[in-house]
């Protein structure tokens, strides 16, 4: 049974919607700037979507005085897309909605909890109702009519990517007739001073893969795609699913394994499932979120799989920044117009080859390239490691 | 759905483990013998890491084909220990742990990390659903041809949570509780004394009465069971009780009393009950979980023998 990538939605620092991110990716227009719309004491460029939440929700037709996690309303804006996009109609079949996000409403507990923590009876609750994962989702699901199996997953970066297989197995399983899946993530103080209380954020504009990265930039955004059964599609399909998988690391609660295990092995599995071989891969979307540990445990294992036959690969992280529990929603996106018209992303602030690493990632856009099938990384905490596989359809 | 076998149940309320509805001592300083790891966990963490090295124990690493896990909520304690943090110290120079252990899949991460297990390892997060959304995916691996699946769901209760939960008025019908819970999943064989989950099915949003038991017929009916032959394990109001009882007749209800105890994970719980029942009974009966979480989110669990 072939899964084939009917809609696209995205949401991004770089635009809101897929054609605004493509054509920043065309022209090499970044997304990171110093803070806007969250404030923080941190001295770090993020990449946020320029949009406040009170334009998010005029751009969504939802009513100002609503009370909404940012989380929700750019998971909202990107399903959206998608879904219009696929010309599904939720009425017609089973149509299910698995979301994913690392944080889930965050961005409004965190101004809750500033009047809560002395005084427990202080903070109004709309600020906090919506603090759980699953409240995007059914605030999504909502929005856009679905009523089918609904859920929501969060394995921290590699969510989205986990979110996706989930939905082409049930697809498989014959559970569902057509499954909107993806992830969304707001910036907030939570995430960003996490990550720069484990050092891992750079002050600097990122730069995965160069000899000098010297961290990650975090970002926001949603991106989810639609997929159906390929015999169901209405509209000519972008690309099928055809590979997926997800292993563990089992090597440390943050860190990757020196011979990037994990990553092999989802890599080498999702092949398996799709039935392919390393050579059949024409350009890889890695995770590269430009922390000195990871660029190097994914090229490591990477160089595992792929021996001296490295296909192009590059990391839009430089863009977008690490959106977490929406990266691999917004790079699968990326990730199946690839596959439709031969393009290959530019790996931003790449200047200088790490001999560590021996690789170099693509630095110029292209297009019209011949490009069979796409493997997409999505790593996260918790040793957790998601690699899809995108292709043409024959 | 393809049915599975609850091969092992283990489940740990305060400081109680059982297996299989036997309670069995456990030393947690012998499930995890690095101490600085030990005073690193979280109470949450603790909990669904004993329980699941527990569950697993006796298991080959490299047998363990997946770790699928549940919170409602997740890790409270260390997300709440950063968010203090982060405005008493400023955001300066935070201790990085909690926000690591804060991580919704935490748990799943440690047991994989700590037993050194490579395979599929998923985690979800959907309110009073999480636990009926991991126990489909497992059904789903087992007839992809996976063999051994540790299944589990924790949530954690903490002050602030529940002064939250109280002023939301969730607690006008309920009392608030917590407990982890971890299964072993494997194929449904016939001849084997263990339970069989046979169907799943999840609702959200608020149903009537006539709603909820449509719903009941339409699960057994498809499953050829009549509802007269059923034990049902429910923790629905004594209202819906009432109709299910004099509607059905089933061989037994039992009543999770819903004001002793609820959390979004719970069911799990009343799965561990009615599998170790059936285990210890060794009769052939089937078994039908009716589960209301906040008359929000409903789902029905259909349990028997092969």
């Known amino acids: 049974m072939r ?18 991110n493509i054509e920043a990716l065309r022209l090499k227009r970044h997304g990171m700037e110093k803070p806007r719309f969250f404030q923080t004491e941190l001295d770090v460029p993020v990449a946020e979507v320029k949009k406040s939440s009170a334009e998010l ?16 309303l750019l998971g909202m804006l990107a399903a959206r897309e998608a879904l219009t996009d696929s010309q599904i109609d939720t009425k017609a079949m089973r149509v299910g909605l698995i979301s994913s996000t690392s944080v889930g409403g965050m961005d409004l507990s965190e101004v809750f909890y500033n009047d809560f923590r002395t005084d427990h009876n202080c903070g109004r609750l709309r600020m906090v109702s919506q603090h759980d994962c699953g409240s995007s989702t059914q605030l999504t699901a909502k929005y856009l009519g679905i009523t089918g199996f609904t ?19 049930m697809l498989k399983h014959n559970m569902l007739d057509a499954v909107v899946v993806g992830g969304t993530d707001a910036l907030c103080k ?55 998988a997800n292993a563990n690391d089992a090597y440390h609660q943050t860190g990757c394994s020196p011979e990037g295990n994990g990553a092999y092995k989802s890599m080498s599995e999702a092949l398996a499932v799709a039935g392919l071989q390393p050579s059949d891969i024409d350009y890889i979307n890695v995770h590269g979120t430009a922390t000195p540990n990871n660029d190097l445990s994914e090229s490591t294992a990477i160089r595992r799989l792929f021996g001296d036959r490295v296909p192009p690969f590059s990391s839009v992280k430089a863009f977008i920044g690490h959106t977490l529990g929406a990266s691999e929603g917004i790079e699968a996106v990326y990730s199946a117009l690839s596959v439709k018209n031969g393009y290959i992303y530019p790996n931003l602030n790449f200047k200088s080859v790490d001999h560590a690493i021996g690789l170099s990632p693509e630095t110029e856009f292209a297009e019209g390239r011949t490009i069979r099938n796409v493997l997409s990384n999505a790593f996260g905490f918790g040793g957790n490691d998601t690699s899809l596989i995108f292709s043409k359809i024959d | 759905m393809q049915p599975i076998t609850i091969t092992k149940s283990c489940q740990l309320k305060g400081d109680v483990l059982t297996v299989d509805g036997c309670e069995e001592p456990f030393d947690f300083k012998e499930l995890v013998a690095d101490a600085s790891l030990r005073r690193r966990m979280s109470r949450i963490v603790k909990m669904g890491v004993a329980c699941g090295l527990k569950c697993a124990e006796g298991l080959a690493p490299e047998t363990i084909d997946g770790i699928i896990t549940a919170t409602g909520l997740g890790c409270l304690a260390d997300t709440e220990k950063f968010m203090e943090s982060i405005v008493v110290n400023n955001e300066r120079l935070l201790n990085p742990t909690p926000f690591i252990q804060s991580t919704f899949n935490t748990i799943g991460g440690q047991i994989a990390l700590l037993r050194g297990i490579h395979s599929y390892n998923v985690t979800y997060v959907h309110r009073g659903l999480s636990f009926e959304s991991a126990l489909i995916d497992a059904a789903m691996q087992i007839a992809e041809g996976r063999r051994n699946i540790l299944l589990g ?34 194929a449904a064989t016939p001849g084997r004394h263990r339970p069989a989950v046979l169907d799943i099915a999840t609702r959200s949003g608020r149903l009537t009465t006539d709603e909820m038991i449509e719903w009941i017929v339409e699960i057994t009916k498809r499953n050829g069971i009549k509802t007269s032959d059923l034990c049902i394990y429910t923790n629905c109001d004594d209202e819906l009780a009432k109709t299910i009882d004099d509607k059905f007749e089933p061989i037994s209800i039992t009543l999770f009393n819903y004001k002793n105890c609820e959390y979004p994970t719970l069911s799990a719980r009343f799965l561990d009950s009615a599998a170790s029942d059936m285990y210890i009974i060794r009769k052939d009966y089937n078994v039908l979980i009716v589960n209301d979480y906040q008359h929000i989110n409903h789902s029905l669990i259909l349990l028997g023998k092969m």
């Open chain 1, 151 to 169: 859920t929501t997953i969060s394995t921290a970066c590699s969510s989205a990517g986990n979110a996706i297989m989930l939905g082409a197995r």
């Open chain 1, 190 to 244: 939570f995430t960003l001073n996490g990550f720069n209380s484990l050092m891992i954020l750079d002050k600097e504009h990122c730069r995965p893969f160069d000899a000098t990265r010297a961290g990650l930039n975090l970002g926001e955004g949603a991106g989810y795609i639609v997929m159906q059964r390929l015999d169901d599609a209405k509209r000519e399909p972008y690309c099928l699913l055809t590979g997926y």
């Open chain 1, 57 to 72: 929700k005029q751009l969504l037709g939802i009513e100002l005085d609503k009370t909404m996690s940012r989380t929700a």
């Open chain 1, 3 to 20: 899964i084939a990538v009917t809609g696209l939605g995205a949401v991004s620092g770089i635009g809101l919607n897929v054609d605004e």
């Open chain 2, 153 to 186: 769901a924790v949530d954690e209760i903490t002050p602030s949570s529940a002064d939250i939960q109280r002023r939301l008025g969730m607690t006008r019908e309920y009392e608030l509780g917590e407990g982890a819970n971890f299964f072993l999943i494997n």
